[in-house]
């Protein structure tokens, strides 16, 4: 489509830059093949509430299929060259740019969210990330350790060899591509078991890419987490497993890969607090308004991030003034068509997540918060987003020791509290079992780096928020899991470290 369309035409619309299938196979060994068991569910957009495709209900017997795919695979592109790597990852790249609506308008009406977003970031991003890790492994080295006069040790990075990865549904194609681009760039073929809520997008990325990328090398099966996920994480065929989801599930990946004895990486949930210290109190200039701006950012993808700033943590001297500049941005907010190039917050993803964060919603009641704004729960979006999954943001003040506070909604709800002193705000931010993302807000640069080392998790945003660049390791603290996601240290999570002692001595050498 040319230039920028104030809303973008629904699948199935004259113009719309995609086409569904009305079913999809699995891709496997860079084919489309059917289910072992011939079975498939249905895949509904948040957008509308309506079913518009469906994907296999895949088993073991699938991932069977997709293993011995990867295995075939694995040691032609095992053996590549980093320049035959580096060129692969970017033509993938190449691939999605030429592609940019057609992903986003498919990521938009799987997921919900606002078509603004997928094209400004999600599929951006992912370009990006595949474009840096074909740089990064360019720059990969082995190295030399001088063990002794004619003895040297030389290390060398080796491919895995076949690894799974299981993605969530908030980001499906950006997730995805976190997990295979350094797969792909460590000599590895990979298996992604995509959310259940969301394959579709992802199915439409292989197709972009079915002639790009050597058959093999990435497979896709669709279906449910017990019935696909963990024969997947189970399967001493895989050398590696990476997931990012919830904490509970997580804690089920662990035991799968504790049974093969293989390395798994985590990035798991969150309860990030944002903090806003007493001197951005200046209301009228430009750095208050950025403050205001990056405590609204707990509506970004409806709160459907885990790094989701869904504490704010607000100095007790400028709270009256700073959360009724908040409430002013937020009623600034669109909240309908997630296709609208104006809208701001689209649908939740799925029908079960609209009522847990609705449940959520009632229990901040239950508990004695203060409903600031919102707390109608579900928006009523009538015409043809009539059946979508729409939740109105919410915001509560209250106390940290209060659910709300203390456990990962996942949705559009801000819980808010005050405090007193630097060393309280650290205390309440810190309170919480996960530790995936931290905000914080000060003019005072020095009060900014105490604060962010204090501050338990694995990243910290001063003075801005859901930043998220390729080459800034990203992974979490306590239960937010484990690993490295991004940065091309995530290369290690990717690749085996081999150790060769070479005697160049003439004379017998050894213990005795």
């Known amino acids: 489509m040319n230039g920028s369309p104030k809303s973008y035409p629904r699948p199935g619309e004259s113009g719309c830059p995609v086409t569904f ?44 299929l997709a293993l011995d795919a990867a295995h075939a695979a694995k040691d032609k592109f095992g053996a590549t060259t980093f320049e035959q790597r580096a060129k692969l990852l970017n033509q993938m790249a190449d691939a999605i740019e030429q592609n940019l609506e057609k992903l986003a308008v498919a990521e938009v009406w799987d997921n919900g969210k606002p078509i603004r977003e997928a094209l400004a970031a999600d599929i951006p991003l992912a370009a990006d990330h595949l474009r840096y890790f074909a740089s990064a492994v360019r720059t990969q080295e082995g190295f030399i350790a001088e063990h002794k006069e004619n003895t040297v040790a030389y290390h060398f990075h080796e491919p895995l060899g076949v690894v799974g ?30 959310a259940e809520q969301t394959p579709a997008s992802i199915m439409v990325l292989m197709e972009v890419w079915a002639n790009v990328v050597p058959p093999g090398v990435i497979n896709v099966v669709t ?70 701006e990056g405590c609204v950012m707990f509506v970004l993808n409806q709160g459907e991030v885990c790094t989701c700033p869904s504490r704010a943590l607000v100095h007790e001297s400028i709270y009256d003034k700073f959360i009724e500049k908040v409430v002013q941005r937020l009623g600034k907010v669109k909240q309908g068509d997630p296709l609208n190039m104006e809208t701001m917050v689209g649908a939740q993803v799925s029908t079960e997540q609209m009522d847990k964060i609705l449940h959520y919603v009632e229990l901040g009641k239950k508990e004695g918060a203060q409903c600031i704004v919102g707390g109608s729960g579900k928006k009523a979006i009538g015409g043809e987003l009539e059946g979508g999954y729409y939740i109105e943001p919410t915001i509560f003040k209250g106390d940290n020791k209060m659910r709300i506070f203390q456990e990962e909604i996942f949705g559009p709800v801000l819980s808010v509290t005050t405090f007193r002193t630097e060393e309280e705000a650290i205390q309440i931010a810190n309170d919480t079992s996960y530790g995936l993302g931290a905000g914080l807000w000060t003019r005072d640069i020095m009060k900014a780096y105490r604060v962010s080392r204090a501050i338990k998790a694995g ?43 070479i005697s160049y001595s003439p004379q017998p050498t050894g213990l005795f």
């Open 165 to 194: 990865a299981i993605i969530p549904w908030n980001f499906p194609i950006l997730m995805a591509i976190w997990k295979l681009s350094p797969a792909l760039a460590g000599g590895n073929c990979i298996i992604i078991k995509p």
């Open 459 to 501: 990243r910290v945003w001063v003075n801005c928020y859901h930043e998220y660049p390729s080459h800034a390791a990203f992974g979490g603290y306590k239960k937010s899991g484990f690993g490295r996601e991004c940065h091309k240290l995530t290369l290690e999570h990717y690749q085996q470290l081999k150790n060769i002692i």
């Open 21 to 64: 299938k009305s079913q999809y196979e699995n891709f496997i060994g860079g084919k489309w093949v059917p289910p072992v068991k011939g079975q498939y569910f249905d895949n509904v957009s948040p957008v509308n509430g309506k079913v518009f495709c469906k994907s296999a209900r895949s088993t073991a017997e699938d991932i069977e």
């Open 223 to 292: 279906g449910y987490g017990p019935e696909a996920g963990k024969p997947l994480a189970c399967s001493p065929r895989i050398a590696k497993i990476a997931f990012t989801g919830e904490t509970t599930t997580g804690q089920l990946i662990m035991q799968y890969a504790s049974q093969n004895i293989i390395p798994v990486t985590l990035e798991l949930g969150g309860k990030s607090p944002n903090i806003f210290f007493a001197d951005i109190a200046n209301e009228n200039d430009e750095f208050f308004e950025k403050a205001v």
